[in-house]
């Protein structure tokens, strides 16, 4: 069983930065497929960045945001810069053991609740 709480969502201005982090309890953390997801009101879900063998990113994450992990800590991380009003979501932060494609969420055994970043124009 593994608990995921996300937290350094908030508002900023476009062009802006914000660093994302997710901090998970149980064990074999290490094992664990970590991704970063988000969600637009009205819209689907949709992945943003993986840290599993390698890192992946999302097309409109490639260059901007960053993911990394400590392994040791149980975190997980997004470091977002220049951010855009499109960028508006809730961003979730999501565990699989046995993830096929980062992009099918329902690869992902458990989900954090969310964080709100918020980017205005």
């Known amino acids: 069983q593994v608990q995921l709480v996300e937290s350094g969502g908030g508002s900023v201005q476009a062009g802006g930065s914000l660093r994302l982090t997710c901090a998970a309890t149980?064990?074999?953390?290490?094992?664990?497929?970590m991704a970063w997801y988000r969600q637009a009101p009205g819209k689907e879900r949709e992945v943003v960045a993986s840290?599993?063998?390698?890192?992946y990113y999302e097309l409109f994450a490639e260059g901007r945001f960053t993911i990394s992990r400590d392994n040791a800590k149980k975190m997980l991380f997004l470091q977002m810069n220049s951010l855009k009003p499109e960028d508006t979501a809730t961003y979730y932060c999501?565990?699989?053991?046995?993830?096929?494609?980062?992009?099918?969420?329902?690869?992902?055994?458990?989900w954090g609740q969310g964080t709100q970043v918020t980017v205005s124009s």
């Open positions: 999501a565990a699989g053991r046995t993830v096929g494609n980062v992009r099918r969420s329902s690869d992902f055994d458990y």
């Open positions: 149980g064990s074999d953390y290490s094992a664990y497929c």
């Open positions: 840290a599993c063998n390698n890192p």
